[in-house]
């Protein structure tokens, strides 16, 4: 229902740092009652989850690999979602997209989610 829009994406070097933004074009309840995911694809591979955070925002998930480098969050106010990326790393490159889903959980499955935005490139040189 949600129309989502990814912005902060470009190159950078090992180490360095990006914010993602995920901008929600529904406002009010629209946005604050989907719980939102982050996911990235790179060539060859298959969709991976990064994070998600609940619809509250009292509850995030993060995947293993960037577990401690990577902080999910979201503004409701503002009908945001945002990916802060820290310590970047070759293999985090990748096209990294948003998503909502209006389950009680927090899911990692990208099927479970029913509205994407168009994505982000991220590529991280060494």
């Known amino acids: 229902q949600v129309q989502l829009v990814e912005s902060g994406g470009g190159l950078v070097q090992a180490g360095d740092s990006l914010r993602l933004s995920c901008a929600a074009s529904a406002s009010g309840r629209a946005f604050n009652t989907y719980n939102m995911g982050w996911f990235r694809q790179a060539p060859g591979k298959e969709r991976e989850f990064v994070a998600a955070?609940?619809?509250?925002?009292?509850?995030?998930y993060y995947a293993d690999s960037v577990k401690g480098r990577f902080s999910i969050s979201r503004d409701n106010a503002k009908n945001t979602a945002t990916l802060q990326m820290n310590s970047l790393k070759p293999e985090d490159t990748a096209v990294y997209y948003c998503?909502?889903?209006?389950?009680?959980?927090?899911?990692?499955?990208?099927?479970?989610?029913?509205?994407w935005g168009q994505g982000t490139q991220v590529t991280v040189s060494s």
């Open positions: 955070i609940k619809w509250t925002g009292a509850s995030v």
């Open positions: 998503a909502g889903d209006r389950s009680l959980d927090l899911h990692t499955d990208p099927f479970t989610y029913e509205t």
